[in-house]
């Protein structure tokens, strides 16, 4: 129970942030760059390119180059997914 409760609360505002969006990610299953942007609006994307890249150094998630018209996008999600 305690274990469950460290992930979910944080000490701090970029802790919270980042325990969001991981919440986001799992919950939808694949994520877009563009997503995150949509329903993060008060964080800057530089930070959120940093938590998206701190989830993917931890092993929870994986990042997936998708081609597309224009530039390569870019989705996240959980690596048993």
Do not use: W
């Amino acid at each position: 129970m305690m274990q469950g409760a460290s992930v979910n609360m944080a000490s701090n505002p970029y802790e919270r942030d980042f325990n969001e969006g991981r919440a986001f990610i799992r919950e939808r299953g694949d994520v877009t760059s563009t997503d995150l942007l949509r329903e993060f609006r008060d964080i800057k994307s530089r930070d959120l390119d940093e938590y998206t890249s701190r989830l993917v150094k931890t092993g929870e998630f994986e990042a997936v180059q998708k081609p597309t018209k224009g530039r390569p996008g870019t989705s996240y999600r959980p690596r048993n997914h």
